[in-house]
T-cell receptor, first 113, second 116 residues
Framework: DAKTTQPTSMDCAEGRAANLPCNHS???????VYWYRQIHSQGPQYIIHGLKNNETNEMASLIITEDRKSSTLILPHATLRDTAVYYCIVSALSRGSQGNLIFGKGTKLSVKP | DTEVTQTPKHLVMGMTNKKSLKCEQHMGHRAMYWYKQKAKKPPELMFVYSYEKLSINESVPSRFSPECPNSSLLNLHLHALQPEDSALYLCASSQAISGQGAYEQYFGPGTRLTVT
């Protein structure tokens, strides 16, 4: 079973920041938090990952709470092309794990004009 | 180049047919994956190959047969499928899985399979 909890859906106005929350209260010390998104009828796209520290790349920022039990993905200036299902996944590389990604239901983000 | 290609884009096959799905990457990745995604559901892992060897089979029926002929190619051979096997089949790749660390996966666009 997926080890994360995300809201089913969210709306965001175009040009505004989109803040997508994720709860992962049972995360283990060696598990990373990954974010992927899937635009309709396309393959999932890697966005960002983090372990403890906040991370930023050209697509988004990832804020992880100090206790690591939750995180927030921030798209700083959402565009219509950011409309997608966003998946928060926790995963660790360990014997027998192979870095598997177990996708939950994700958050359907709708960016509106 | 961070592209994973999959062919064909669409496939319609009868329950008695034999067909194959193909996946290719040229990123030097040594781990490759097959996922299955039913409509309005998240992707589900089917198989993992690490250094061209099958390392994980998530209890997939034998009518699905994966093959990794070299480090750039991954095939999924299909035989005697059922209509409920109709789905989007996604291929992904990542750096070699070894030790500790984070390994982002890069996905192809998928093959939309319809079994009639």
């Amino acid at each position: 079973d997926a080890k994360t909890t995300q809201p089913t859906s969210m709306d965001c106005a175009e040009g505004r920041a989109a803040n997508l929350p994720c709860n992962h209260s049972t995360i283990s010390g060696n598990e990373y938090v990954y974010w992927y998104r899937q635009i309709h009828s396309q393959g999932p796209q890697y966005i960002i990952h983090g372990l403890k520290n906040n991370e930023t790349n050209e697509m988004a920022s990832l804020i992880i709470t100090e206790d690591r039990k939750s995180s927030t993905l921030i798209l700083p200036h959402a565009t219509l092309r950011d409309t997608a299902v966003y998946y928060c996944i926790v995963s660790a590389l360990s014997r027998g794990s192979q870095g598997n990604l177990i996708f939950g239901k994700g958050t359907k983000l709708s960016v509106k004009p | 180049d961070t592209e994973v290609t999959q062919t064909p884009k669409h496939l319609v096959m009868g329950m008695t047919n034999k067909k194959s799905l193909k996946c290719e990457q040229h990123m030097g990745h040594r781990a490759m994956y097959w996922y299955k995604q039913k409509a309005k559901k998240p992707p589900e892992l089917m198989f993992v190959y690490s250094y061209e060897k099958l390392s994980i089979n998530e209890s997939v029926p034998s009518r699905f047969s994966p093959e990794c002929p070299n480090s750039s190619l991954l095939n999924l051979h299909l035989h005697a499928l059922q209509p409920e096997d109709s789905a989007l089949y996604l291929c992904a790749s990542s750096q070699a899985i070894s030790g500790q660390g984070a390994y982002e996966q890069y996905f192809g666009p998928g093959t939309r399979l319809t079994v009639t």
